[in-house]
T-cell receptor, first 113, second 112 residues
Framework: AQSVTQLGSHVSVSEGALVLLRCNYS??????LFWYVQYPNQGLQLLLKYTTGATLVKGINGFEAEFKKSETSFHLTKPSAHMSDAAEYFC???????????FGAGTRLFVKA | AAGVIQSPRHLIKEKRETATLKCYPIPRHDTVYWYQQGPGQDPQFLIS???????DKGSIPDRFSAQQFSDYHSELNMSSLELGDSALYFC???????????FGPGTRLTVL
């Protein structure tokens, strides 16, 4: 069975500081990994995804994530936080053709001025 | 670009009533997924359809049923509603069961 663990339900950073949101996964087969962002009262928007190939994945809004198989991790980073980055971020894993996606519990990112 | 359309956006029902949520996928997408997101919770996978056939099933209660129609839109039918069914219901669509899912804005269901 697949699972996703997001470390830290809340993360607070100052504007301009590095953003690091942690995600570890468990999967018995090579996973597909995703990061989604959710703004209040809105749907989920795909930030980036890893399927195969290059382990460093670049997404929208300056975010990137690195797939580390040895650490079963897929942490999300952004060099410089912006106020507009404040939102809920979900890490997700899917296998077997992607019909079923398992989401982590989410990390709420706060950005301080 | 066209996105996933969900209707209604908001729905208020009484306990024991029924509700039908509709999802219209992005054109040419053949896969639909349904998720339930409770207050402060992560989205929970309910069910998915590929080419009008159920492709996977998650934590969907027996009181709920869903189907995908010939035009690829999908409906989630919920009967004997309970207070705990109050949540945001998301539909997502994709192509060929591949990795990327595009989410709709959700339907907020409130059961009184």
């Amino acid at each position: 069975a697949q699972s996703v663990t997001q470390l830290g339900s809340h993360v607070s950073v100052s504007e301009g500081a590095l953003v690091l949101l942690r995600c570890n996964y468990s999967s018995s087969v090579p996973p597909y990994l995703f990061w989604y962002v959710q703004y209040p009262n809105q749907g989920l928007q795909l930030l980036l995804k890893y399927t195969t190939g290059a382990t460093l994945v670049k997404g929208i809004n300056g975010f990137e994530a690195e797939f580390k198989k040895s650490e079963t991790s897929f942490h999300l980073t952004k060099p410089s936080a912006h106020m507009s980055d404040a939102a809920e971020y979900f890490c997700a894993v899917s296998v077997g053709g992607g019909f079923k996606t398992i989401f982590g519990a989410g990390t709420r990112l706060f950005v301080k001025a | 670009a066209a996105g996933v359309i969900q209707s209604p956006r908001h729905l208020i029902k009484e306990k024991r009533e029924t509700a039908t949520l509709k999802c219209y996928p992005i054109p040419r997408h053949d896969t639909v997924y349904w998720y339930q997101q409770g207050p402060g919770q992560d989205p929970q996978f309910l069910i998915s359809f590929y080419e009008k056939m159920q492709s996977d099933k998650g934590s969907i209660p027996d009181r709920f049923s869903a189907q995908q129609f010939s035009d690829y839109h999908s409906e989630l039918n919920m009967s004997s509603l309970e207070l705990g069914d109050s949540a945001l219901y998301f539909c997502a669509s994709g192509s060929g069961g591949t990795d990327t899912q595009y989410f709709g804005p959700g339907t907020r269901l409130t059961v009184l």
